[in-house]
């Protein structure tokens, strides 16, 4: 007697899964968030830098240009400009030279201490920054009686209001070329020195260009805030009008002398900077990403 069995065959058929459904709540979140992100900037940033632009042109595009003829405000421009000047190729030097220590000597004791002191000027008030150089230059500070006797004038001076504008632009250029540094690497370099280049050519013809993008921003973001520091330098210039005082004290200064006018007419100056600054940041960010992916 022969028994037949039936084979049985495994269910190979994919199992489906029902996607759960959104429910309406879940519907509502984005819309929400975004509707949230756009009012919470316009009550912080969009209507305070629109009603700026507002009140200077309130009393016509005449009086607006009539700031621009003021001698206080003249000599506020030329010392905002001076200290640009100074501060931003000073920084860049200092930055180039701490992120290039930093990214090739990854070792070295105190590596990480010499970081976390570039950060420092990000994390400190611009007012207390003042203050330390106060304390420091004043006439009763460290260095005081020093620079009394050597009729050397350092606070409620220029050289004081240079002090703080360094302090407080000083990390930008090394935070920005440090990671990119970091991420090329010393191969080039030491290529370039295998084939002859001494230090200097291998700096000018490998490590600048490859880092030039970044250096940018950051050259551009220490000009910025050179130009619009108020904190740190009001506390060590006086505000002394036509002598110690920058575009940012200008506009307090004419503010509270009710001449709002003017007060807004440099207060829209300023803004221009930071719109420009914005657009070249945007602009450099894009070209970096393209170089990024193109080496990638």
């Known amino acids: 007697m022969v028994t037949k069995t039936k084979s049985i065959q495994p269910d190979t058929t994919p199992a489906t899964t029902a996607a759960p459904e959104s429910t309406g ?50 000599n506020a421009l030329w010392l905002t400009v001076l200290m640009a000047i100074i501060a931003v190729p000073l920084n860049t030097v200092f930055g180039l030279c ?5 990214a090739r000597n990854k070792q070295f004791p105190g590596r990480t201490l010499l970081i976390s002191l570039i950060d420092l000027p990000f994390s400190v008030s611009p007012v207390v920054a003042g203050l330390m150089i106060v304390l420091l230059y004043g006439r009763n500070g460290w260095f005081g009686p020093l620079l009394e006797a050597n009729d050397i004038k350092i606070i409620f001076a220029v050289p004081g209001m ?4 360094l302090f407080v632009s000083l990390p930008f250029v090394a935070r920005e070329v440090l990671p990119v540094l970091e991420e090329i690497g010393p191969e080039q370099e030491e290529a370039a020195k295998t084939l002859g280049a001494s230090e200097w050519q291998t700096f000018w013809r490998v490590t600048l260009p490859s880092i030039r993008w970044g250096l940018l921003y950051g050259v551009l973001l220490t000009n910025a805030r050179a130009m619009g520091e ?6 060590v210039s006086g505000n002394i009008t036509g002598k110690t005082q920058t575009l940012p004290l200008f506009v307090e200064e004419a503010y509270k002398q009710y001449h709002t006018e003017a007060a807004y007419s440099a207060a829209v100056l300023l803004a221009g900077l930071a719109i420009v600054t914005m657009v070249a940041k945007a602009l ?5 990403g393209l170089k990024t992916g193109a080496g990638h």
Do not use: D, H, M
């Open 25 to 74: 709540w879940q519907k509502l979140i984005k819309p929400l968030l975004i509707a949230f992100v756009i009012l919470y900037l316009g009550l912080v940033l969009f209507i305070p830098a629109l009603n700026v632009f507002v009140q200077a042109f309130s009393g016509g595009v005449g009086l607006f240009l009539k700031t621009f003829s003021q001698r206080a405000f003249l």
């Open 284 to 288: 450099l960010e894009r070209r970096t």
């Open 162 to 165: 240079v002090l703080a504008t």
């Open 230 to 235: 108020f904190g740190a330098v009001a506390v």
């Open 98 to 102: 701490a992120a290039w220590a930093i």
